[in-house]
């Protein structure tokens, strides 16, 4: 069992980073085999095909791994993934049936399944998961990133296509997924009858958490879908490029807490709010370390970096870039506070706060767009992060306090 808890924080943690970067291998291979505009066609369909992933994943894991008392079974948790992966795709239909531009279209189509196929392997890792086996999972997640991008990478210089060249990588994502999770699955997975009653129990107890997912990607890609149909494709590609580094932030904020959260569920339980809180200071005291080392690389070697890893000169946004990391630490801090209320059970105000911070961006974003470009949508980003950021911080202090003064 100590042998797999090793082999599963290695490989889970190698699995989900790389799965985490897929997308910015994607934009570099695009903007120097395809060009800028093409690079922007990208940026837009794979943040949407985000959103709807949401739809597919539908928070089931989450329930799959705690449903301790089995009040599912394996087959009936199958079937719900299955059901909300139709959902996605028919979804994504949808939407790209009135797309007129037919590489945007397609872009948008085959990118969405390959996130579907993610989604869908997200409760066969929950078979394993629960078997102690999510080095398998991670192994997964490694194969499919790895060769994903590697096979788009040759199909791209081979064809300089992009639609073909993501039709074979999502093929090839199928079939790791029929017979590399399917076989393992099969050995973790026990087939019982299907309850209808308890597969559509999953969509009511599964809500919260899938509208507070939903509206968590919305908010981060809120600029992106705003400047489709306001500015141009070459428009969407350097916003991506400058927006990307805040993911490495939101990154480092998971690595840090991570380890903590055990611990720090020991100290609810104990009721020692005093040692919660003092690793709440820890993770913000990294957290903030971090960001400014982030911020002093940004801003003496970022632009150059980019430029050259790109093929594109974004040299006058450099105060984007900027702006951009001050915004993924406000963010970052939103969510240590968010995974904080999570374990003390506090989650409905939590789906006020998504609300009020996707309205903003929504209400926001065409009008600075509009009025400053680019430099519109990084300031939608950074004023929503901020904005989210007071909201969950006044939150978790009025929370704690409440609980302390509820101890004495």
């Given at each position: 069992?100590?042998?797999n808890?090793?082999?599963?924080i290695?490989w889970n ?7 985490s970067?897929t997308?910015?291998f994607?934009?570099?291979i695009?903007n120097?085999?395809?060009g800028?505009n093409v690079?922007g ?14 739809i597919?994943i539908?928070?089931t894991?989450?329930?799959q791994?705690s449903d301790?008392e ?14 909300t992966?139709?959902?996605m795709l028919?979804?994504c239909?949808?939407y ?7 590489l945007?279209?397609?872009t ?8 579907l196929?993610e989604?869908f392997s997200?409760?066969?890792?929950g078979?394993?998961?629960?078997e102690e086996k999510?080095y398998?999972a991670g192994?997964?997640l490694?194969l499919k990133?790895t060769l ?5 990478l040759i199909m791209d210089?081979?064809?300089?296509n992009?639609?073909?060249?993501a ?8 079939i790791i997924?029929?017979f590399?999770?399917?076989y393992?699955?099969?050995k ?7 309850r209808w009653?308890n ?7 599964g ?9 968590a990607?919305y ?9 489709n149909?306001?500015?141009n494709?070459?428009?969407?590609t350097i916003y991506?490029i400058?927006?990307?580094?805040a993911?490495f ?9 991570n380890?903590?959260?055990?611990d720090?569920v020991d100290c609810?339980?104990k009721i020692?709010?005093?040692a ?5 200071f ?5 957290l903030?370390?971090?960001f400014?080392?982030?911020?002093m690389?940004?801003y003496l070697?970022g632009?150059p970096?980019?430029?050259?890893v790109?093929?594109v000169d ?5 105060n984007d870039?900027l ?14 506070f968010?995974?904080?209320?999570i ?16 309205l903003f961006?929504?209400?926001t974003s ?5 009025s400053?470009g680019?430099?519109g949508a990084?300031?939608?980003?950074f004023?929503?992060m901020l ?12 929370t704690m306090h ?7």
């Amino acid at each position: 069992m100590e042998n797999n808890l090793k082999k599963n924080i290695y490989w889970n943690t190698i699995g989900v980073t790389l799965n985490s970067f897929t997308s910015l291998f994607f934009l570099i291979i695009i903007n120097r085999i395809n060009g800028i505009n093409v690079g922007g066609i990208f940026s837009f369909a794979f943040s949407l095909a985000c959103l709807f992933f949401i739809i597919g994943i539908y928070a089931t894991r989450t329930y799959q791994i705690s449903d301790v008392e089995k009040k599912l079974n394996d087959s009936e948790y199958l079937l719900n993934k299955t059901m909300t992966c139709i959902l996605m795709l028919v979804i994504c239909l949808g939407y790209a049936f009135f797309e007129n531009n037919p590489l945007k279209k397609y872009t948008i189509i085959l990118f969405t399944i390959f996130k579907l196929i993610e989604a869908f392997s997200d409760t066969l890792y929950g078979y394993m998961q629960k078997e102690e086996k999510l080095y398998l999972a991670g192994i997964s997640l490694t194969l499919k990133s790895t060769l994903s991008v590697f096979t788009f990478l040759i199909m791209d210089l081979i064809t300089k296509n992009i639609v073909i060249s993501a039709v074979v990588m999502v093929i090839l994502c199928l079939i790791i997924t029929l017979f590399f999770d399917g076989y393992h699955t099969r050995k973790c997975m026990h087939k019982e009858k299907i309850r209808w009653k308890n597969v559509f129990s999953l969509f009511v107890d599964g809500f919260p958490i899938f509208i507070i997912s939903f509206l968590a990607v919305y908010i981060v890609n809120a600029s992106k879908y705003s400047m489709n149909g306001i500015l141009n494709d070459a428009s969407q590609t350097i916003y991506g490029i400058i927006i990307m580094p805040a993911t490495f932030i939101n990154l480092c904020g998971q690595y840090i807490m991570n380890p903590l959260m055990n611990d720090m569920v020991d100290c609810l339980r104990k009721i020692d709010y005093k040692a919660f809180k003092k690793k709440v200071f820890v993770i913000l005291k990294l957290l903030f370390v971090f960001f400014v080392l982030a911020e002093m690389a940004a801003y003496l070697l970022g632009i150059p970096v980019l430029n050259i890893v790109y093929a594109v000169d974004i040299s006058k946004y450099k105060n984007d870039l900027l702006l951009i990391l001050c915004g993924g630490f406000f963010y970052s801090v939103a969510i240590v506070f968010q995974n904080c209320l999570i374990i003390m059970h506090k989650n409905k105000f939590q789906i006020v706060i998504y609300v009020i911070s996707s309205l903003f961006a929504l209400l926001t974003s065409k009008f600075l767009i509009l009025s400053f470009g680019i430099h519109g949508a990084v300031y939608v980003y950074f004023y929503t992060m901020l904005l989210h950021c007071i909201m969950y911080t006044v939150y978790f202090w009025l929370t704690m306090h409440y609980l302390e003064k509820k101890k004495l």
